[in-house]
């Protein structure tokens, strides 16, 4: 908590938050420090890890829910705080990158309980997003319990819609068959 | 030696994936394995999901039959997939059967049976791996045990190791790795 409130060094932050997340309810005590991240608009990335964080100690913070939703509701997550210049940004990285959206999703894949409008966010990244988006949406949308016959429905959709282009790989793409998985391609090298 | 006896069905294939660049890359994967975590709720996918196992130019067809047994358990299109696979001509098809299979026996010790003919396969790597899978299961791969037996006679010196250990772990004489905290 010390760390996440006084430390200058980013990355000791954000592995802190993280740390905190990992922790669960126990961190409890951090919740003012992070809530606080969270309404901090000069830290983008952090503000997501604090929300990542949050969901992992306090699933129920509605406050968490409302602020993923938010983030969410634009294409970018960093087009929330577009009224901000560039150099305000107190942050050395880039906050707009695909992978910041995909942490939301997840985020918002573990508030508790889920309500019609986070429904309607995951929903929304499910058949709008880019195809990252897409598919964190699809992971996070087969973990909910309890699943209604929508959220099926949604997936089968998606199922349909996925399959509109095919080309041909010879034989196993690389992704499919990396050498820490597949034996053969410790011998015999990767599948080009 | 088992090596070598089991015949391996003479089937080329063109395997197909989606395009990398198209829209379905990552997603269909991810919504398969998806209605397939959500179990037997996902009943309404089923035809969809039989579609997708059955079509042999589709690489996610052993994705597609993990996902059927979750939601109703093993039924005959899982089984020819799996068997299909486990016997094509193209090791990493095999390899890809034997892994989806392998991810499945942890969840269901039934697909374990299922697993056993991976134990013949006239490749070391996959007998191999096939052994090291089942390892993990602890006394929950009793059934394995006699063909494990017979790999510890194998022609390969890291089948018959593999198989000594997987032996051990059957017996319970090893803490399995799959419950370690």
Redesign the interface.
Known sequence: MRVVEHDQDFWVVNEAIVALGAIGPPAQPALPQLLNLLTNQSKVWLSHRAAWALVGIDPKNSMVASFLVNALAVPWARSTYENISPADFEEPISTAGHYERWVLIRALGRVQPQTPETMAVLYRELEHGE??S???A??V???LH??T?E???K??E????????????????A???PPW????C??KGH?K | MLNEKMPVVQELE???????D?????????????????GP??H??LP?LVE?SENRTN?LRFDAAVAIWRIKGPSPVVLATFDNGLHNL????R??AL?RLSDLSIEFPEAVPVLLNAMNDP?R??R??AVESITPLGTNAWLAMAKVRLLENDASPMVRFAATQALQAIQGNAYPQALKP
């Open positions: 195809y990252g897409q598919a964190t699809a992971v949308l087969g973990g309890p699943v016959s959220t099926v429905t997936l089968i998606a199922l349909r819609r996925s399959g509109d282009e095919r080309l041909p790989a010879d034989p196993v793409p992704w499919m068959s998985i597949s034996p053969s410790w011998t599948a | 063109t395997i197909y994936v989606p395009g990398k198209g829209p379905g890359w990552g997603l269909r994967l991810r919504v398969i394995r998806a209605l397939g975590r959500i709720a996902a309404q996918a969809l997708e690489i193209n090791i990493q098809i390899e890809l892994a490749d790597l996959v191999w791996w």
